[in-house]
């Protein structure tokens, strides 16, 4: 998976990107992530990207050829998709992070200020994604929020360990609670039932907490899963 991200604030990304799970998998080639700066194309000595709004109002707005530009230097693969971070977009969650994970490459555009031209939106024609009912000053933590969550669902890119752990929306519900040593803390037991080592009992424990904890802070997910 090749991942383009066009950003004005590229070392945001790359930080990122940098760090245990997604460094490792780029270092294995299993994922790539490539910055664009539409202010590497802009056309005048002060390298504007952005104006004031026609019709008037506070802020700046992005401004076309920059990022339209930008945009038609990157290579494109044949099984690509072009998406814009944006507070308009469709709800991003597991099916649609499924369905991402689908392509070779995926194009990203982060906005800021106020936002973008509307003509970069006629000209791209971009899948238009946001994370959540929020609004933020730019698109590069939404763009990480979908880099991080395509990328573990590729194949190879979490370890055996990661892997066999059953994250939570795989089988619709909330993770179960999780212990590590000591067996007790501040008087807190870890469950009796852990330390048994009778695997069918444990999976059964599990199960019922996940159900239990889906029920009581996710009646929406709980509602699906029982009619599943
Ligand atoms: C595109 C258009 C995504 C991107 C406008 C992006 C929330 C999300 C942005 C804007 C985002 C999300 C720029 C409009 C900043 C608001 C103050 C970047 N915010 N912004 N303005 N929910 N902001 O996924």
Redesign the pocket.
Known sequence: MKFDVMTLFPEMIESYCSYSILKRAADSGIISVNTINPRDFTEDKHKKVDDTPYGGGAGMVLMAQPYVDAYESIEREQNSITV??????EPLNDKLVNDLAKYDQIVMM???????DERIRDIIKPKE???????????EL?ALCLIDAVSRKIEGTLGKIESADEDSFSNGLLEYPHYTKPREYRGLKVPEVLLNGNHKEIAAFRLQQSKERTRLKRPDLYEKYENM
């Open positions: 814009m971070l944006s507070p308009q977009g982060c906005g800021h200020y106020e936002g973008f994604i946001s994370i959540g009912d929020f609004v933020l000053t730019g698109g939404p």
